[in-house]
């Protein structure tokens, strides 16, 4: 298996714009998370889902921020509009469902709003 | 708070032990996780402990846990170079999420 991918790897905008991160999580997992890491704040929480259901979103900042998993085998996360306080590395990780399992993490895309 | 603390930094010799910190804050966690993450890459397993064990080793890692002042320690022996890199500490604090400290970078020199 490929591990878990994301795209793009590097995306610049600005500030305003629309901006959508791809993640493909490792085929037959039932768990996925979007992290998002900055120098400041370390590794956050956004969302995560259990069988493309949304399970806690509380980590989500504002309402700019949106996710949806369509089906088990892709998610995205979109931002509108970014802001360049958005600028930071977003991972997406993939596990089994429960605790003990472990998280793979994808390689990460990093986002700066100018 | 739930923050996982860990301090930030930590310089090593090359053929030295580093021993890496961290407070959690959930006495219910049932694992608790170190990862690695090397530069620009994602973060990567490195080995994890049962709530239940007060000390786990694999190799050149050694992890004690005490549970009673929620300390968690990582001991790398024999560090190399290649073994720079940010190491997070984390806690499972639902049954599938973690919550992750904010990374100890470890600087090994030659």
């Known amino acids: 298996d490929a591990g878990v991918i994301q795209s793009p790897r590097h995306e610049v905008t600005e500030m305003g714009q629309e901006v959508t991160l791809r993640c493909k999580p490792i085929?037959?997992?039932?768990?996925l998370f979007w992290y998002r890491q900055t120098m400041m704040r370390g590794l956050e929480l956004l969302i995560y889902f259990n069988n493309n259901v949304p399970i806690d979103d509380s980590g989500m900042p504002e309402d700019r921020f949106s996710a949806k998993m369509p089906n088990a085998s892709f998610s995205t996360l979109k931002i509108q509009p970014s802001e360049p306080r958005d600028s930071a590395v977003y991972f997406c990780a993939s596990s089994l469902q429960g605790a003990g399992t472990e998280a793979f993490f994808g390689q990460g895309t990093r986002l700066t709003v100018v | 708070g739930e923050d996982v603390e860990q301090s930030l930094f930590l310089s090593v010799r090359e053929g030295d032990s580093s021993v890496i910190n961290c407070t959690y804050t959930d006495s219910s966690s049932t694992y608790l996780y170190w990862y690695k993450q090397e530069p620009g890459a994602g973060l990567q397993l490195l080995t994890y402990i049962f709530s239940n064990m007060d000390m786990k080793q694999d190799q050149r890692l050694t992890v004690l846990l005490n549970k009673k002042d929620k300390h968690l320690s990582l001991r790398i022996a024999d560090t190399q170079t290649g073994d720079s890199a940010i190491y997070f500490c984390a806690e499972n604090t639902g049954y599938s999420t973690l919550t992750f400290g904010k990374g100890t970078m470890l600087l090994v020199s030659p």
């Open positions: 085929s037959g997992h039932n768990s």
